[in-house]
């Protein structure tokens, strides 16, 4: 069984290898570059003193947008490892089943004195266990060469606008820790109960990409972020020259919002609130017109409002409880599809 799982998958098994080595490639002898932006903008120091993280934080931005190579390395090992699930679901999960219904092998190969239970629990035992690996390596990498970005993203300061996204972001949480173990052996799962239902290859791998795109989009909207209940912070919502803040008119709708400062974190929900708590959508003071007011007037007339800003987080230390229940939750869903392929093979596929 071991011998003919890796004459059946040695293609995939030698593609899998090659792109393991051509990321080796990129990313250990780049690894130096994060650190040493991160080091060159002063945030060592402001991590030890939190304090001065402003223009340490505003250099850093700057030397990311100088230079392009280690954005495009952040951008790339994010994509990478956010396709991995989909592409293991089509390569390697979709052929371990189908290929032998499809070309009707099945009939010869269950009859050779291997039970179908057998025949299957081998199988996915040894590409579950590649799909493992490779999954877990090409993590470990990416995630270590980006540890100083994230590091900074976690610093006061690093949830500006010109920062990379932190590693509670939602893109981004998928693709570094543990995460992409889970997310690899759930998008095998899919792609081997795919390709038991359908028992055509083409229409599974169809099927594979469009299960996995939707639940990957699902779970950072509607699961994620209630793993456990957000932090509440209320804040006042007082505008003037030297803080910062965005007001916005639609018609005789206003919105308005000060930053939220939660490094770190991942921020679910910011809303305004009236006096009395209810949720403000204006209308604007007239003062706001630009035919009737100046913007320190409308400013002024905003805060003689006494507004609330209401924003629901989760804290940046928050991040690996996380990630270990993504990952325990999508290895369980995983053993739970498996075990219901073994089932459904057991009870017989029709000639």
Request: hydrophobic letters at 55%; glycine letters at 8%.
């Amino acid at each position: 069984m071991i011998w003919l799982t890796w004459r059946q998958y040695r293609a995939q098994a030698w593609t899998a290898l090659a792109a393991l080595a051509a990321a080796c490639a990129v990313y250990l002898p780049s690894g130096h570059r994060p650190a040493d932006l991160y080091a060159a903008a002063g945030l060592p120091a402001c991590a030890d003193t939190a304090t001065g993280c402003a223009q340490a934080q505003a250099a850093f931005a700057a030397s990311l947008r100088a230079d392009s190579t280690v954005t495009a390395l952040f951008h790339l090992g994010t994509a990478l490892l956010l396709i991995l699930p989909a592409l293991l679901g089509m390569f390697a999960g979709v052929p371990l089943v189908a290929r032998e219904l499809e070309s009707g092998s099945f009939r010869l190969t269950w009859t050779q004195g291997v039970t179908r239970t057998r025949w299957l629990t081998v199988r996915l035992a040894l590409v579950g266990a590649s799909t493992l690996l490779l999954s877990g390596l090409l993590s470990l990498l990416v995630t270590r060469w980006a540890a100083p970005l994230d590091r900074a993203a976690a610093l006061p300061g690093g949830d500006g606008e010109s920062a990379l996204p932190g590693r509670f972001g939602p893109p981004v949480f998928a693709a570094h820790g543990l995460a992409p173990v889970g997310w690899a052996l759930f998008g095998l799962a899919v792609g081997v109960a795919a390709g038991l239902l359908l028992r055509r290859q083409v229409a599974a791998m169809a099927v594979v990409l469009a299960v996995l795109a939707a639940v990957q989009i699902a779970v950072p909207l509607l699961v994620r972020a209630h793993v456990a209940a957000p932090v509440r912070a209320d804040r006042a919502v007082a505008l003037a020259p030297d803080r910062p803040g965005v007001i916005r008119i639609e018609g005789r709708r206003l919105y308005v919002s000060v930053p939220v400062s939660a490094p770190g974190a991942w921020v679910v929900s910011v809303r305004t609130l009236t006096a009395d708590g209810r949720p403000f959508t204006g209308p604007a003071p007239d003062v706001c017109r630009p035919d009737v007011g100046s913007l320190a007037q409308c400013r002024e007339a905003i805060d003689a409002l006494h507004l609330t800003q209401r924003a629901e987080y989760q804290p940046a230390d928050r991040y690996w409880p996380f990630q270990w229940a993504e990952t325990a939750a999508l290895a369980l869903l995983s053993a739970a599809v498996a075990a219901a392929c073994t089932v459904r093979l057991r009870r017989g596929v029709p000639a």
